[in-house]
């Protein structure tokens, strides 16, 4: 079975400065969909950022960027020019490309709670 | 276009009840699925609908079942409610759920379980 792990439970920003949140994850799969979602206090969960595990290049979205590294199993999120409404919980998830045969849920690490501080 | 809405937001249930959760996802997905979300477990999956079909299903007791309607709208229910079955349970719908797809998640319903 798949599985992400999310290490760091915690952590905090200064406001306008870089943070990068650390994933890793498990799996025997070639081919597969990483996820960075973000979930506000009492907000809905909202998708920050996706990679496809065949794309050699980092997917960047404005602020967003992530490093992914394949061979390590690791799926970093940084982020940059921190604001304040970054503040969230943000989860790492992990989706299997073969949807027809493994099922498409999405595999959730623990969250990390990002506080981003004036 | 609207979200994806869940009612009721908030509940409370008392041990051996039962409880109905309703899901109405955003227009032309036809895509559902159930997550609980605990602070000791996480997000885990609960199951998957499509087309009013169960498409796939996560492993949690037979006390949690679900089922989708015509216009894909989707309710889970949970029978015999345990105090650990306080949770926020989301829901999150997509046009027809393939791994490309992009997941569009609800608010949650916070279920309290006394």
């Known amino acids: 079975a798949q599985t992400v792990t999310q290490s760091q439970p915690e952590m905090s920003v200064q406001e306008a400065e870089t943070v990068t949140l650390s994933c890793t994850y498990d799996?025997?799969?070639?081919?597969?969909?990483l996820f960075w979602y973000k979930q506000p206090p009492s907000r809905q969960m909202i998708l920050v950022i996706r990679q496809e595990a065949y794309k050699q290049q980092n997917a960047t979205e404005n602020r967003f960027s992530v490093n992914f590294q394949k061979a390590a199993k690791s799926f970093s999120l940084k982020i940059s020019d921190s604001q304040l409404g970054d503040a969230a919980m943000y989860f790492c998830?992990?989706?299997?490309?073969?949807?027809?045969?493994?099922?498409?849920?999405?595999?959730f690490g623990t969250g990390t709670s990002l506080t981003v501080i004036p | 276009k609207a979200g994806v809405t869940q009612t009721p937001r908030y509940l409370i249930k008392t041990r051996g009840q039962q409880v109905t959760l309703s899901c109405s996802p955003i227009s032309g997905h036809r895509s559902v699925s159930w997550y609980q979300q605990t602070p000791g477990q996480g997000l885990q999956f609960l199951f998957e609908y499509f087309s009013e079909t169960q498409r796939n299903k996560g492993n949690f007791p037979g006390r949690f079942s679900g089922r989708q309607f015509s216009n894909s709208r989707s309710e889970m229910n949970v029978s015999t409610l345990e105090l650990g079955d306080s949770a926020l349970y989301l829901c999150?719908?997509?046009?027809?759920?393939?791994?490309?797809?992009?997941?569009?998640f609800g608010p949650g319903t916070r279920l309290t379980v006394l």
């Open positions: 998830a992990y989706r299997s490309a073969f949807s027809d045969r493994t099922g498409n849920q999405f595999y």
């Open positions: 999150a719908s997509s046009v027809d759920g393939t791994s490309t797809d992009t997941q569009y």
């Open positions: 799996t025997s799969e070639s081919d597969y969909y």
